[in-house]
């Protein structure tokens, strides 16, 4: 089993930055995709940023139109962490974030994890 616990969220003005970070634990092996997710109120939960595996020697980010040059998505496979930074901020970025990773686990086998959210307010 592998859990996953998030961080950073928070109450930020527009224009500002914050940086969300989703750490995994348990029967790791290797995190083999990754990807933010955001639901706005009244909205449907929409991918904002992953990491697309197996392009180039780290994987190629990839973002939504609305969040792309404001938002980046990294990653530090040594503590099995993934970041999404937030910059330029405005209140359509409000809502909560999910990280969600697959992991290859120890022993083999691999399955797909959500986070618990954080949620993220953007005042103007």
């Known amino acids: 089993q592998v859990q996953l616990v998030e961080s950073g969220g928070g109450l930020v003005q527009a224009g500002g930055s914050l940086r969300l970070s989703c750490t995994a634990s348990?029967?790791?092996?290797?995190?083999?995709?990754m990807a933010w997710h955001r639901q706005s109120p009244g909205k449907q939960r929409e991918l904002v940023a992953r990491i697309r595996p197996l392009i180039g020697p780290d994987g190629m980010p990839d973002y939504a139109d609305s969040v792309k040059g404001r938002f980046s998505i990294s990653k530090d496979s040594a503590s099995n962490t993934v970041y999404l930074d937030l910059n330029n901020v405005k209140p359509e970025d409000t809502g909560d974030y999910y990280c969600q990773v697959a992991v290859i686990h120890i022993g083999g086998g691999w399955r797909e994890y959500w986070g618990q959210g954080t949620q993220v307010t953007v005042s103007s």
């Open positions: 348990g029967s790791i092996q290797m995190i083999n995709a």
